[in-house]
């Protein structure tokens, strides 16, 4: 009987894996093909197609990533120190940043608590030894207090001005100012100011 009913046994067309695919769909599993396929095949607008919203977001994202490499200040600081003074190339700093030479020697003075004097060569001259970290973090916070726009985070077209006796910094890319004090206040900051990294140095 067993002999029988093994020799009468045939291929029923049963394949597991198509099964397998058919439970899947019945059950609202879909594979990634399936819903990307499905996607595409939406009756859409060509602006709302995955691969143009995919585009538009990958193109964002590369403004993005050139808008900060822009808003990068790069100085070419030195800092030397010669007995016991320390001197930088003050000039050049102040060049880059578009700044006056006076206001950013108070600014640095006032802050290392010391005293300084220009030379003809364009380098600041400061009582006291200091090393070029202690001098980047002043100029760092020079630039986030005088020099970035805090609307845009532009570096490169501001400056300030003063109007009736009051300092404003002046972003000429977004038309935006803000107040950064007195004749007297615009030299140094009331408040703690958190410097950022800009690239700097």
């Known amino acids: 009987m067993d002999d029988s009913s093994s020799s009468d046994e045939q291929d029923v067309g049963f394949n597991l894996k198509e099964f397998s695919k058919k439970r899947q769909v019945r059950r609202g599993v879909k594979t990634l093909s399936t819903s990307m396929t499905n996607t595409c095949g939406y009756d859409l607008p060509s602006e709302l197609q995955y691969d143009t919203l995919l585009n538009n977001g990958i193109s964002i994202l590369k403004k993005d990533i050139e808008n900060l490499n822009n808003n990068r200040v790069k100085l070419p600081l030195e800092v030397k120190r010669e007995g016991r003074k320390t001197t930088l190339n003050i000039c050049t700093v102040a060049k ?15 802050e290392l608590v ?18 070029k970290s202690e001098v980047q973090n002043v100029l760092r916070r020079y630039i986030e207090q005088y020099v970035v726009c805090k609307i845009c985070d532009n570096v490169d077209d501001t400056d300030i001005v003063k109007e009736k006796k009051l300092y404003f910094l002046k972003c000429y890319k977004c038309g935006g ?11 140094t900051s009331k408040k703690s100011v958190a410097p950022q990294l800009r690239g700097l140095l």
Do not use: F, P
């Not at 006076?102 to 003075?109: A, F, G, Q, R, S």
């Open 114 to 131: 010391t005293s300084g004097a220009v030379k003809q060569d364009g380098y600041l001259w400061i009582k006291g030894n200091y090393i």
């Open 96 to 110: 880059t940043l578009n700044r006056n030479v006076e206001h950013l020697v108070k600014y640095i003075t006032m």
């Open 177 to 187: 100012s803000r107040c950064v004090g007195n004749t007297i206040e615009g030299l």
